[in-house]
Every structure is written in C-alpha cells, then in structure tokens.
T-cell receptor
Framework: AQSVTQLGSHVSVSEGALVLLRCNYS??????LFWYVQYPNQGLQLLLK??????LVKGINGFEAEFKKSETSFHLTKPSAHMSDAAEYFC????????????FGTGTLLAVQP | SAVISQKPSRDICQRGTSLTIQCQVD?????MFWYRQQPGQSLTLIAT?????????ESGFVIDKFPISRPNLTFSTLTVSNMSPEDSSIYLC??????????????FGEGSRLTVL
C-alpha cells in the first residue's frame, strides 16, 4: 500500500522568502513521486517528478524537490517566492512498474504575502 | 504531454438527477482515470477506464452510482447518477503519459465543477 502525508494544510510566506512544502511517503515498492500544482479554478499541472534517477529533481517555475529515502521524504522548495506561486500543491506517489494510479496527499495551500 | 478537454466545465444540478461528463483526449491512450475532488479536499480516484472492458472501481465507488463508458482510445464519459448535495465536487479526467514509458505521470483536464442543490 502507498500513501503520502503533507504536513501543513496552509503555508504562508512573504514574497522573496524560501518556500518549503513538506511531503512524506510510504511505499512497499520503489516509489515514483510527484508534485502537482493547482491554480484557482484550474486542473492540476505537473511541477516535477522523481522516477529513480537523480535524487534532486528540478521542475518548472524554479521549484525543486529532493528524494531522501532514509527520511521517506520528498519536500518541495523554491528559493524565492513569487506572488504567482500562490496555489494549492499536491504531493503524489505511485508504484514504479505498476499501474499509473496516483495516490494524492491532502494538499498544501500556499499563500504569498507582499 | 496530452491535451484533455472536459465538458461541462461546470454545472448546477437538481437533487435526484444524473449528469454525464465527457472527456476527450488529443491522442490515443490506454488508460483514463476519473478523480473526484470534494470541496477543500484532495483528489480521490473513482475508477480506471480501459477501452474494451469494464471500468475498474476503487473502494467506496460503484458502477451504479458512477457508470463509465470508454468507447475508444481518446474518449470517456463519467455519469454521476441520482445526485445528492454530497456529490458536489470537481470531477477530473486524467490520462497517463503518451511517451510509452511508464513513469506514473498523469495529465489532467481542467475538471468539471458540479454543484448539486
């Protein structure tokens, strides 16, 4: 069975500050891990994904995430927040080599203050 | 990537009625997935729609309530039957990557926002 836990349903940062959104996973098989972003009234857009290659993954819009097996974590970071980063962020996991069924975390709503 | 179009984008429905959501993809895909996103919550997988066979439903979802069609490799429908206010949600269609490599990545439509009165 697989699951993801996102710590913090709401995160607020100042524009220009570091963004850190936390995700821990549980998986009985080597996982594939994803971060998706959902802007208001829109569908989900893939930010980045980990598929067993490099542990530090760079995505769109300056975001990156590091896969840490020892900590079962896949936290999302961005060095400097922009107002346009305000959105909901979802961490998701699927089993490598299995179906493409994704299990999503509960989401973190990021607010960026001017 | 894949371009996914859903109709309707939003609707307001009366209790007890049914609504069919359509999902069209611009390329052929083997599996299509239907997710539900209830207000303020995350995404929950309803079912996997495979062309040429019955959909596979997740625990807590049944065919009588959410019948699914998959007539070809680019199209699927999800019907929400006998709706109640608890069915007010965003329903999202998604497809696997079309690169032929199984990475688990899914692409999503913009969703259909249903409000049941």
């Amino acid at each position: 069975a697989q699951s993801v836990t996102q710590l913090g349903s709401h995160v607020s940062v100042s524009e220009g500050a570091l963004v850190l959104l936390r995700c821990n996973y549980s998986s009985s098989v080597p996982p594939y891990l994803f971060w998706y972003v959902q802007y208001p009234n829109q569908g989900l857009q893939l930010l980045l994904k980990y598929t067993s290659a490099a542990t530090l993954v760079k995505g769109i819009n300056g975001f990156e995430a590091e896969f840490k097996k020892s900590e079962t974590s896949f936290h999302l970071t961005k060095p400097s927040a922009h107002m346009s980063d305000a959105a909901e962020y979802f961490c998701a996991v699927s089993g490598s080599g299995a179906t493409n069924k994704l299990i999503f975390g509960t989401g973190t709503l990021l607010a960026v203050q001017p | 990537s894949a371009v996914i179009s859903q109709k309707p984008s939003r609707d307001i429905c009366q209790r007890g009625t049914s609504l069919t959501i359509q999902c069209q993809v611009d390329s052929q895909v083997t599996m299509m997935f239907w997710y539900r996103q209830q207000p303020g919550q995350s995404l929950t997988l309803i079912a996997t729609a495979n062309q040429g066979s019955e959909a596979t439903y997740e625990s807590g979802f049944v065919i009588d309530k959410f019948p699914i069609s998959r007539p070809n490799l680019t199209f699927s429908t999800l019907t929400v039957s006998n709706m109640s206010p608890e069915d007010s949600s965003i329903y999202l269609c998604s497809v696997e990557g079309v690169s032929g490599v199984n990475t688990g990545e899914l692409f999503f439509g913009e969703g259909s926002r249903l409000t049941v009165l």
